[in-house]
């Protein structure tokens, strides 16, 4: 045999929902799963429309450790955890379509971290503000 063109690995569908695609382009989220950036395939089970503010390690009453132990970075979520349990795993989209936090997970909580209200983890103050304060739609990842 004689290949004239080299395969592509490419996904054309999957599963039975109409996909959207995201203003970013970054991303495709369907009925049940988002194939992000990269071509990874992620299932998600229930969707939780909240609030979300930014914090960082230098503000009042935070530092490096989250409530369960963690060190914070990119991904690092403060819950209610009678909410959202500690441990959970999401991907988080601004319902505005400028941000998309991405994969994190349930690690910290917070006094005014209450209910449908998360908190996301920023590195600097400066992408904290940046951030401010929007309506985000949660994806409870399989």
Known sequence: QTVTTQPVGEIIAVGTGTAEAAASGEFIIGDGFIITDTGEVLTYTKTMQVEATAYTHTDAG???????????????VAVDPRYIPYGTRMFIVSNDGQYVYGVSTAEDCGGAIKEDRVDLYFPTTAECFQFGRRDCTIYFLG
Do not use: L, N, Q, Y
């Open 62 to 76: 935070c530092d490096f450790w989250t409530a369960t132990g963690t060190h914070v970075r990119i991904g690092t």
